[in-house]
T-cell receptor, first 118, second 112 residues
């Protein structure tokens, strides 16, 4: 069965420090991968998505970047954190085209990383 | 801006009662999904309804879709304390490999 891991679960970082959040998926190949951010009491905002190794699309200009060094690994980074980067970061995956239609649109989410920038 | 907006923002009911949450969206869609999020956790897919469907059932869940009004509703029948969570509707962002845009969610509290 497929599983998705995120770490760390929580993180407290000072303003101006770097960031690296990691997401890995097991049990599937060639997934689409996504990074979302959730502000307190709000819905999710798409940050990045990736359809393959080294292929990153950004939805919102910001202080963050993403990379996909391996098929099932997705990394969210920042060189210098801002206070506004605080939030709950969620990684998700979905199957590629050609998979079962019933699961084609569904996204599977990791447990999330709660980032607090002080 | 977010595609979907749910209402109410918060809902408190007693166990055994039905809970109804509504979602409105702005653009045309191929399908609409509902997700559930327990506090501080990831989201879990509940149900998907296609644009050519008007109603769909899954266990105690009933989803309706009105494309003319660009709205959907999620009904949880005979609610349980374990149903307490936040519920979000989501639609696909065009040309983004099925990435989703979410509403702000409804926080449901079911009192035992």
């Amino acid at each position: 069965s497929q599983t998705i891991h995120q770490w760390p679960a929580t993180l407290v970082q000072p303003v101006g420090s770097p960031l690296s959040l990691e997401c890995t998926v097991e049990g599937t190949s060639n997934p689409n991968l996504y990074w979302y951010r959730q502000a307190a009491g709000r819905g999710l905002q798409l940050l990045f998505y990736s359809v393959g190794i080294g292929q990153i699309s950004s939805e919102v200009p910001q202080n963050l970047s993403a990379s996909r060094p391996q098929d099932r690994q997705f990394i969210l980074s920042s060189k210098k954190l801002l206070l506004s980067d605080s939030g709950f970061y969620l990684c998700a995956w979905s199957v590629r085209r050609g998979a079962l239609p019933s699961s084609y649109n569904e996204q599977f989410f990791g447990p999330g990383t709660r980032l607090t920038v002080l | 801006s977010q595609q979907g907006e749910e209402d109410p923002q918060a809902l408190s009911i007693q166990e055994g009662e039905n809970a109804t949450m509504n979602c409105s969206y702005k653009t045309s869609i191929n399908n609409l999904q509902w997700y559930r999020q327990n506090s501080g956790r990831g989201l879990v897919h509940l149900i998907l309804i296609r644009s050519n469907e008007r109603e769909k059932h899954s266990g105690r869940l009933r989803v309706t879709l009105d494309t003319s009004k660009k709205s959907s509703s999620l009904l949880i029948t005979a609610s349980r304390a374990a149903d307490s969570a936040s519920y979000f509707c989501a639609t696909a962002i065009p040309k983004s490999r099925r990435a989703l845009t979410f509403g702000s969610g409804t926080r449901l509290q079911v009192q035992p």
